[in-house]
């Protein structure tokens, strides 16, 4: 049975056909393998209103997609992921630390990442930025 108020509806379905027929492969960097999922960059469930924009998709294959989403969902840091400017996305990022002792204990510390800097983190890895 169909539920309703799915965010995986008609309209999605369709933008999700036409996505791959235009970017039919994989956007991690190096995979070359046929792009069988399209992902959320931002979750559905953290911006809603991003539901339906292009600019918030990527092609991913099944593996990279199983990945990518396992460490999203699970909320841990992508390793090394860093903004555009090659900043560390993580605000506890060690080299922040005054000391070494002090940049273990963050890299050991579990990190609650916000949606916003999950999906950030999520980005730089799909575009081979970690």
Known sequence: MK???SPYDHQ???LRKRYLRAFPMCQVKGCGKKAQHVDHILTVRAAPHRRLDITNLEGL???HHSVLTAVYDGGRVVPYACDEQGYP???G???GAATGK???R???ATHDMSPMDRAKAKRQAVLGRT
Request: hydrophobic letters at 35%; a negative charge; one cysteine or more.
């Open 102 to 104: 002090e940049a273990i």
């Open 106 to 108: 963050i890299v050991n």
């Open 3 to 5: 539920k309703t108020n």
């Open 89 to 91: 996305i993580d605000g």
């Open 12 to 14: 999605w379905q369709q």
């Open 93 to 95: 990022h060690p080299w």
């Open 61 to 63: 294959c099944h593996h």
